[in-house]
Nanobody, 132 residues
Framework: QVRLVESGGGSAQAGGSLRLTCVTSGVTNTVGCLAWFRQAPGKGRLMVVDIGIDGNFYYGDSVKEKGRFTISQDNTRNTLWLQMNSLKPEDTAIYYC????????????????????????WGQGTQVTVSS
């Protein structure tokens, strides 16, 4: 059973930084992809960035100036991070850690298309609030 627990959310001023952490359990090679999603008030859940078993990552369309956010994972994939720099008020959202079985190709598993219905497992979310 895959379990995901996020932490590190909170309040920040515009231009500041926050680092989100997702502690995982049950993530094996059957989980092809980990990702961060976010849901702003009144909007759907959109992908921020994903990362595959091989460490390759892909940004979703929800973040402008994508270089502000960096995803990383440790070698065991027990911990996933999202470093967020140069925060803006529009980054205010609930941030979710998510895991997906992924898409199989040539015997290996890769990240699926960047939509929330492609992800099987979710954390409880952590609130990020950025003030101007």
């Amino acid at each position: 059973q895959v379990r995901l627990v996020e932490s590190g959310g909170g309040s920040a001023q515009a231009g500041g930084s926050l680092r989100l952490t997702c502690v995982t359990s049950g993530v094996t090679n059957t989980v092809g992809c980990l990702a961060w999603f976010r849901q702003a008030p009144g909007k759907g859940r959109l992908m921020v960035v994903d990362i595959g078993i091989d460490g390759n990552f892909y940004y979703g369309d929800s973040v402008k100036e994508k270089g502000r956010f960096t995803i990383s994972q440790d070698n065991t994939r027990n911990t996933l991070w999202l470093q967020m720099n140069s925060l803006k008020p529009e980054d205010t959202a609930i941030y979710y850690c998510a895991a997906s079985t992924g898409v199989e190709h040539g015997g290996r598993w890769y990240c699926p298309p960047p939509f929330d219905h492609e992800y099987n497992y979710w954390g409880q979310g952590t609130q990020v609030t950025v003030s101007s």
